[in-house]
């Protein structure tokens, strides 16, 4: 059985080793040559735990072969980023441009799979009319299917194997033709649905947990200005049995948390009143942030900040709709403080990844990001920091000792 996947990114590339890790033939499509040239040379441009592993093994039993060209397949899995435009709508034209590559090689019962998250209807007011143009019955001669990805960064192999998947088909058809292949790889249930539900269902997950988020975040700016503290209410909170407030933070970042609502505000933002507001309490918090930080500065008459991580969750190298990189930003371009970033994950030129060379005089660490290395923080900041104040709105540094600490528990004490 040939498979092609369309998009080598974060989901793709994982999806298309692990499907060539069965015996299928593989073919992973980028538009980017130097991915494409790295990727059959064994090397990675992702950071994802057992990735590189499965990349050797497929390659020398020769499953998986990376290229820029679509050739005839059995199975297409479309994996192409879809950000929001500035409307928040779901930008698709990735999505079009990978349908496009497919007029030429697909054939008769051949089946296509969008894993992109997309917003609702995208599949039959979409992709099914473009499918049909190429002379194609979508559910007759071409299956067509969507299948979201519901994944967590730095344990993408295991659940993909082992989550529940949603297959929703244009027809009952495409959906078992779909199941087909999902099959060989998935070890949780494989949950069938239309198409139009599964876009909803996919969109919702990560709504339900952007709403939980702003709640908590706004819990801790009501905290503040009652003076309560706010990881102690959500903590006692949560020992009810039926509740499960999430954990605050300078913001929600991340291809799916912080644009997934988005696709169904712009689908119905007359209805969408809750999750529009969820959207602007979680918008507000790098700003929330950044207050806190002037207002410690101006206490302590500080003149350089180090901020701790960029990526927008822990112990990961992802940076996409990062809060931490627009407060870093936000600090740079709008204060007089000498403003340094760190992260052993991200490799940029102007990126320290040295934790004890970045706190070299500083003022103030802000904590951005929760990375395991941050927890013995206090290990690289005694005798390093010019003032041993710490900022941490991950609520990450385990040793405080030596430290004057904040967290959203006790900011109203800035």
Known sequence: MKLTVIGLGYIGLPTAL?????????????????????????????????IQDLLEETIDNKNF???????HSDYYIIAVPTPHLKDNS???SYLKAAILKLKDVIKKDDTIIVESTIGPRTMQDIVQPMIESFGFTVGKDIYLAHCPERVLPGKIIHEMIHNNRIVGGITEACTKKTINLYELLVQGKLLETKASTAEMSKLMENTYRDVNI?????????????????????????????????????????????????????????????ISKARAINNSMPDFVIGKVNKIMETIKGKKITVLGLTYKGNIDDIRESPALDIYH?????????????????????????IAKALENSDLALVLTDHNEYRELANYVNGTMKQNIVFDTKNVVKNTKGLKYYNFNNIYNI
Do not use: M
Not at 65 to 71: C, L
Not at 330 to 354: G, I, M, P, R, T
């Open 65 to 71: 072969k990376a290229s820029t060209e679509v050739k």
């Open 90 to 92: 779901c930008d698709v």
């Open 214 to 274: 702003a709640l908590a975040n706004e819990l801790v700016k009501i905290s503040d200005t009652l003076n309560i503290n706010a990881l102690d209410v959500i903590k006692l909170a949560n020992e009810h049995p039926r509740v499960n407030i999430h954990t605050p933070g300078p913001g929600v970042g991340g291809h799916c948390l912080a644009v997934d609502p988005y696709f169904i505000v712009a689908s119905d933002e007359k209805n969408a009143q809750i």
């Open 18 to 50: 692990l499907f060539a890790s069965k015996g299928l033939d593989v073919t992973g499509i980028d538009v980017n040559e130097a991915v494409v040239k790295k990727l059959n040379n064994k090397e990675l441009h992702i950071e994802e735990n057992g």
């Open 330 to 354: 936000e600090l740079k371009l709008k204060s007089d403080f000498e403003v340094v970033a760190q992260d052993s994950h991200v490799q940029l030129d102007w990126v320290e990844n040295d």
